[in-house]
T-cell receptor
Framework: DQQVKQNSPSLSVQEGRISILNCDYTNSMFDYFLWYKKYPAEGPTFLISISSIKDKNEDGRFTVFLNKSAKHLSLHIVPSQPGDSAVYFC???????????FGKGTRLSVIA | DAGVIQSPRHEVTEMGQEVTLRCKPI?????LFWYRQTMMRGLELLIY????????DSGMPEDRFSAKMPNASFSTLKIQPSEPRDSAVYFC???????????FGPGTRLTVT
């Protein structure tokens, strides 16, 4: 029973365009969400997070949107760069209460 | 800070052998997590510690798996005996806050033949 789902295993985007990575969750108790980025042969690194009291959080080229009613969040990367090519994991937790639950990841390829 | 350190980076062993993976968390972090990544199941939590005490080991797949944290700067994940289906990348992560941002090590790629 997957509580955090990333339904697109892969995504290919041209350099300079927008990348949109999606994540759905089923547990209504989740109230804090994180995105991690993973390069080959490295561990995941934290990218950006959002609390359920917000619907948007922005950090440079990266913006995360949260739609609580739909139990859906998305990560937007604008503009996409070749260095953004990596696997992106969505994670969720009930803050201070439960361990992070990760999705299976989406492999983003940014084509020059 | 050197970040989370894991050793070995790669391990190839034969079925039935004992495997020990090691982790040194970031100094000052009270939480340590062990994860396993496979194509089929993604990134799954095996066990986590708080102040060296195991809090939740419900993700440990079988009794063949065990983890210890004898002190704040060292943890091990042991598989005995190992099986081919244990082949995966094992990550250790640490954090200073309960369930927020975690810092991952580079992982140990385990291959059991």
């Amino acid at each position: 029973d997957q509580q955090v789902k990333q339904n697109s295993p892969s995504l290919s985007v041209q350099e300079g365009r927008i990348s949109i990575l999606n994540c759905d969750y089923t547990n209504s108790m989740f109230d804090y969400f994180l995105w991690y980025k993973k390069y080959p042969a490295e561990g995941p690194t934290f990218l950006i997070s959002i609390s359920s009291i917000k619907d948007k959080n922005e950090d440079g080229r990266f913006t995360v949107f949260l739609n609580k009613s739909a139990k859906h969040l998305s990560l937007h990367i604008v503009p996409s760069q070749p260095g953004d090519s990596a696997v992106y994991f969505c994670a969720a937790t009930s803050e201070g209460n439960t361990p992070l639950v990760f999705g299976k990841g989406t492999r983003l390829s940014v084509i020059a | 800070d050197a970040g989370v350190i894991q050793s070995p980076r790669h391990e190839v062993t034969e079925m039935g052998q004992e495997v020990t993976l090691r982790c040194k968390p970031i100094s000052g972090h009270d939480y340590l997590f062990w994860y396993r990544q496979t194509m089929m199941r993604g990134l799954e939590l095996l066990i986590y510690f708080n102040n060296n005490v195991p809090i939740d080991d419900s993700g440990m797949p079988e009794d063949r798996f065990s983890a210890k944290m004898p002190n704040a700067s060292f943890s091990t994940l042991k598989i005995q005996p190992s099986e081919p289906r244990d082949s995966a990348v094992y990550f250790c992560a640490s954090s200073s806050i309960p369930m927020g941002e975690q810092y991952f090590g580079p992982g140990t790629r385990l291959t059991v033949t």
